[in-house]
């Protein structure tokens, strides 16, 4: 086993898929490795479109079951999965940072971060109420139940490998959905973890919740083909949302998509300056830059330009950059070498446009897929790092003048997940949230996530919410029973 990853309970570092309640081996493997170190951790099992079709097939003998038990034995097996995540929290965190490469302390949130969405829908499942509506003839009565989709897909990223995977199935089981998950083959461990401690629970019965990994495309074929599964729910990149958002079509599924940002972060002359460069040290620079609401362009008005500008460069000088099972680190590596790539590829750009580094700008000798940390001044409006998502730590800063100019350049694009601004003025911060086409706004904040609010993006940053009483929304349909009664014997009615 990989060095530094000294588990308590060894067999948590599993490489089987779990179908239909039982653990499952294939004939092709897929390695995994370790971004800090560039060394592999294992080798998982590479399923194929059979182990799909078996799983989809499982959640849909497992549905009408699931489906017909009271809301509270549903809630009573969240509750039981989440205590078991808890109570086995620091070996899936060491998991996460080995494939992810966060620093451990962010894993441990993660993991934290997981649980909560258990808890939260364990919760709302008894509140997946219907409405009765007022009869629109006098023999009429109009009840609007609320009933599961039925069986769900889902494809979930490497970025949260925890915290993606339980938003989507904390809700779909808690409403009487069935789950067939491919979690990122990048970082499949955290999810076989989580499933054998579904398992565990021994509350969560077989082809109840199923995670199928493998190579990505014959798997979401299916996922996103197969006229059994009615749900598809996805968190990943825009391109391929898009491409499988629109597979779903053909059996016209259920979607929801949570796909790429591209998130302004406004800082007002009137801005706490202190404030702002720790909401932009959080937004930018958590996971090392990789999550879809990272700031991934500072628009900074001229009067507190330069101030800003120190101040973060001196704050991001300081953060420690390794491993993240090695010590207490601020930032771990990039998820693989395309990435480290990318973020070359986006600083090298923006330097020809004609901006410089007041800190960082270049990748780490060694090994490992490490960038250090990066601010970067006079970057122009149209460098590559503002029109696409850098995915790394590099906070570039754009100059501007105007209220209005900064909302034109916010607005700019198609992405609308999450954007911030800072300012004292409270008058500014309405408008400005109201003239910004983004699903989430962050007024001198820089961490927005959590379970109890809705979580999405509008324009082509995605469909639906995760998280809060919106989050069950996706998983449940309406049944509307248009009820006629018996003209009154009593001659009352009418
Ligand atoms: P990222 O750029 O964040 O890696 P991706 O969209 O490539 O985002 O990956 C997100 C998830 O989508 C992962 O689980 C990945 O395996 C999956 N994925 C990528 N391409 C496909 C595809 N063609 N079909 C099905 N799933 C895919």
Not at 367 to 372: Q, T, W
Request: glycine letters at 12%; one cysteine or more.
């Amino acid at each position: 086993m990989l060095d530094g990853l000294d588990l308590a309970r060894p067999e948590l570092l599993s490489g089987q898929s779990l179908i239909d309640g039982a653990w499952t081996d294939c004939e092709r493997v897929i390695p995994v490795i370790n971004p800090a170190t560039g060394r592999k951790i294992g080798d998982v099992g590479d399923c194929g479109a059979h182990d799909a079709e078996r799983a989809v097939a499982a959640a849909s003998r497992a549905l009408p079951g699931w489906r017909a038990i009271a809301p509270r034995t549903r809630q009573a097996a969240l509750l039981r999965w989440r205590e078991l995540i808890l109570a086995n929290a620091e070996d899936l965190a060491r998991i996460l940072t080995a494939e992810q490469g966060k620093p451990l302390v962010e894993a441990r949130g993660e993991i934290h971060y997981a649980a909560s969405f258990l808890e939260w829908f364990a919760e709302e499942a008894k509140r997946a109420y219907g409405d009765i509506i007022p009869g629109h003839q006098p023999d009429k009565r109009l009840l609007v139940l609320r009933e599961p989709v039925g069986v769900v897909g889902a494809i979930t990223p490497w970025n949260f490998p925890a915290a993606m995977i339980t938003r989507k199935v904390g809700p779909a089981l808690a409403v009487g959905c069935t789950m067939v998950l491919k979690p990122s083959e990048l970082t499949p461990y955290t999810a076989l973890a989580l499933a054998r401690l579904a398992v565990e629970s021994a509350l969560i019965p077989p082809g109840v919740f199923n995670v199928v990994v493998g190579e990505a495309e014959p798997i979401g074929a299916v996922l996103t083909q197969d006229p059994r599964v009615r749900k598809f729910s996805f968190t990943g990149s825009t391109a391929v949302g898009k491409m499988l958002g629109a597979r779903c079509m053909s059996t016209v599924k259920r979607v929801s998509l949570e796909l790429g940002g591209n998130a302004p972060f406004i800082v007002f002359d009137d801005a706490d300056l202190g404030q702002a460069v720790e909401g932009a040290i959080a937004s930018k620079f958590r996971n090392t830059g990789q999550t879809c609401v990272c700031a991934n362009r500072l628009l900074v008005q001229s009067g507190v330009y330069s101030a800003f500008a120190e101040h973060l460069a001196e704050r991001v000088s300081e953060l420690a950059v390794g491993d993240g099972l090695k010590g207490q680190m601020d930032q771990g590596p990039l998820i693989n070498e395309a990435a480290l790539r990318k973020v070359e590829r986006h600083v090298e750009d923006a330097r020809a446009g004609g901006a410089s580094a007041l800190t960082g700008g270049h990748a780490l000798p060694g090994e490992g897929c490490f960038y250090a940390p990066t601010v970067l001044v006079d970057v122009a409006p149209d460098a590559l790092l503002c029109r696409e998502e850098t995915f790394g730590p590099v906070a570039g800063l754009v100059r501007f003048e105007t209220e209005a100019e900064a909302i034109g350049l916010a607005n700019e694009g198609t992405a609308g997940l999450a954007s911030y601004l800072y300012t004292r003025d409270l008058d500014r911060a309405f408008r400005v949230t109201e003239a910004l086409r983004y699903g989430m706004v962050g007024v001198n904040t820089g961490l927005i996530s959590t379970e109890v609010a809705p979580f999405g993006g509008v324009r082509e940053s995605g469909l639906g919410r995760e998280g809060a009483r919106q989050g069950l929304d996706d998983y449940l349909d309406y049944k509307l029973m248009c009820l006629g009664l018996a003209p009154d014997p009593g001659g009352r009615s009418g």
